[in-house]
């Protein structure tokens, strides 16, 4: 997301006093995850709500609003695999991760697109990792589907429609907090027989 965060913020040039509350906005939205951001923003911070849809125009409102998402996804996103780190995890993503993330116990592989490259990925990884976007507070990501139909296992964030599409514990494995990653981790590194029939479900 850095790289789109930094296109933003070039493209519309935000008067300070927007680039803090967006700052302010992004961290909340991280923190509490609500089904509907835009709501919950309106609601928790209605001047800075208010002063946004009056003194931007719509095109910069997008714009705004973008910049929120994108930061508050930055926010989250880092929290999650800083809890991966302790099985030094192999990260495959952008340059941004290296100045992101300030520790040195993980490796790097550049962006690997998507197709038969990752899905061979998916199938080779003992656990694969997903943590999906703010803005998509119920829905599953595709990763949910590409990594069981490549012969992988996932553990990704809970989500409302994830009950709706599979069987809890015998077809998923999710994590309702971030606190919760490092157990789910350490528990199916050592079980084998449980990723397998996870897989296989």
Known sequence: WTGKIAACLKNFKFHRYFLLQSDHLSQALAEFKPADGMEFIKYNFSDTYDKIT??????????????????????????????????????????????????????????IAYGSEVFRLYSMSCINFSCSSIQMSEAVTHRVFDVPASGGFVITDAREQMSQLFDADKEFVSYSSIDDIKHLIEKYLRDDKGRVSIIKS
């Open 54 to 111: 009056q003194d931007l125009s719509p095109e910069t409102q997008n714009g705004f609003w973008h910049l929120v998402y994108w930061k508050a996804n930055r926010i989250y996103r880092k929290a999650c695999i800083e809890k991966t780190l302790f099985c030094n995890p192999l990260i495959a993503g952008d340059k941004y991760w290296k100045s992101i993330l300030h520790a040195d116990n993980y490796e790097y592989h550049p962006p």
